[in-house]
């Protein structure tokens, strides 16, 4: 049994040789994080300082821009409540598949509904 251990393990093989993970947490974004082109410019400071309460519905709406505080593209679209607040983020509760997750966003890549 040992014997058929020994054989069946390619002494060849080694981390150098297994496939590494390509890209970050921003691949496959290229068309989600990205801007029309009458849309390019400045940002107005409305929608940066925007102020939210507790119990507001808000979607997350990216701004690339601004890439601080910007949350995972697997979130992008869906709509939460805002439950409280972080420094100048907000704390915002979302369902995604059957699980609620809370994503903290800067303001800027919110929007009221």
């Known amino acids: 049994m040992i014997a058929y251990i020994e054989t069946f393990l390619n002494p060849l093989s080694s981390l150098e040789n297994m496939s590494k993970r390509l890209g970050g947490s921003r691949a496959g974004t290229r068309r989600v994080f990205c801007k029309e082109p009458r849309s390019k410019g400045k940002i107005s400071l409305t929608r940066f300082f925007m102020p939210f309460n507790v119990g507001d519905i808000a979607v997350l709406n990216a701004e690339p821009a601004i890439q601080c505080n910007l949350y995972h593209h697997r979130f992008h679209g869906k709509a ?13 509760k979302i369902q995604d598949g059957g699980k609620e997750k809370m994503v903290i966003v800067h303001p800027v890549h919110l929007k009221k509904v």
Do not use: Q
């Not at 805002?82 to 100048?88: A, S, T, W």
């Open 80 to 92: 939460g409540t805002v439950i409280g607040k972080r420094g100048d983020c907000y704390e915002l």
